[in-house]
């Protein structure tokens, strides 16, 4: 990352034009598109000095040798941090909650869905929400399935039909008799007791159990303040687009196929989301992200402290958004249902 204190107030405004007209074109961005956009009184060779300035601390980059420049994960972050104090979204976009949410708004669950939709059809990228709800009802069924290399994936049933996943890495990969034989072995201790005690029983299984049932047992006892604490739900909505509109970098086979990934295997999104549960308003951008599924996307959060339901706004999309635009709009939304 650049320092700040590296970048001039007039590089700092040249980088904030640069992003803002990439991000309304999509087009690499050069001095003379940033002359006549922005009726700039420079010499089109001082624009150019100040882009290359920019362009040796990491901010820009030319994707082609013979192309205009566009932000680098660097650059997005420098623009994000000197964003400032967050705007309100428009009137008409608070109005679109109320009406869609109806007189029903007791259901958190059909609130969640709602506003992910809503989230979605406003900026074109994936509309995230996770509602954090208290540890009632009881354990239903647990289950263990092995997956490639030493990883394997461990599903909570409750009672009431609710579900968890947990995506867990194992120290060596076991016979599937003596991953079922552990599972019901667990299962037999923990199924129909509430959730609030289930993890203090787990820990008990794995003092208890011998070899591979100890093992395994510990395995899943690691995961014991997710799978049994606050159960933690998660929504997300990608509006159906034929990704030309706003969001070309939809068409990008490598972001597809990380959208494609990230929406199928709600755990890996689940586990992002949660460490940002209660953290205010959130960005990370491309690299900065902790999975790799993440690393040509930006994620925007902002988190609701809201009494029986705490929870998160997020958009998921390409690193190319409005982050001003999105930083508002949740804001905005997030303090209308701290109200409701």
Do not use: W
Request: hydrophobic fraction near 40%; charged fraction near 30%.
């Amino acid at each position: 990352m650049t320092a700040r204190n590296d970048v001039t107030p007039v590089e700092s405004g040249m980088l904030r034009s640069v992003v803002d007209l990439f991000v309304e074109t999509g087009k690499p961005v050069s001095s003379k598109m940033l002359k006549k956009r922005y009726r700039l009184q420079s010499s089109s060779a001082n624009i150019r000095a100040i882009l290359h300035r920019l362009e040796s601390r990491g901010l820009l980059y030319k994707p082609h040798v013979s192309a205009g420049r566009v932000p680098s994960d660097a650059g997005y972050r420098l623009y994000v941090d000197e964003i400032g104090r967050i705007g309100r979204p428009a009137r008409r976009v608070i109005d679109q909650l109320k009406s869609r949410m109806g007189r029903d708004r007791g259901d958190m669950r059909g609130v969640m869905t709602i506003t992910s939709r809503l989230i979605s059809e406003l900026t074109n990228c994936v509309g995230l929400m996770v509602g954090v709800f208290g540890p009632g009802g009881r354990v239903g069924r647990l289950e263990m399935i092995q997956r490639e290399s030493n990883r394997a994936l461990v599903i909570l049933r409750t009672e009431d039909g609710r579900e968890r996943m947990a995506e867990v890495e194992m120290d060596r990969r076991y016979m599937p008799r003596v991953v079922d034989r552990a599972v019901q072995i667990i299962n037999e201790r923990i199924a129909g007791c509430p959730l609030v005690e289930a993890a203090t029983r787990l820990t008990g299984c794995a003092r208890e159990f011998t070899g591979p049932d100890r093992e395994i047992a510990g395995i899943v006892a690691g995961e014991s303040d997710f799978l049994f604490g606050g159960t933690y739900d998660l929504e997300y909505y990608l509006r159906k687009t034929d990704g030309t509109e706003n969001m070309p970098e939809l068409q990008d086979p490598r972001i597809l196929r990380a959208l494609v990934t990230l929406m199928g295997e709600k755990s890996l999104m689940l586990r992002v989301m949660k460490n940002r549960i209660g953290r205010g308003v959130m960005v990370t951008i491309g690299e900065e992200n902790e999975i790799e599924e993440l690393k040509d996307l930006s994620v925007v959060t902002r988190a609701i402290p809201a009494g029986r339901c705490e929870g998160l706004l997020g958009v998921l999309g390409p690193t190319r958004m409005s982050y001003r635009s999105v930083m508002a709009l949740l804001d905005g939304m997030a303090r209308e249902l701290i109200e409701l």
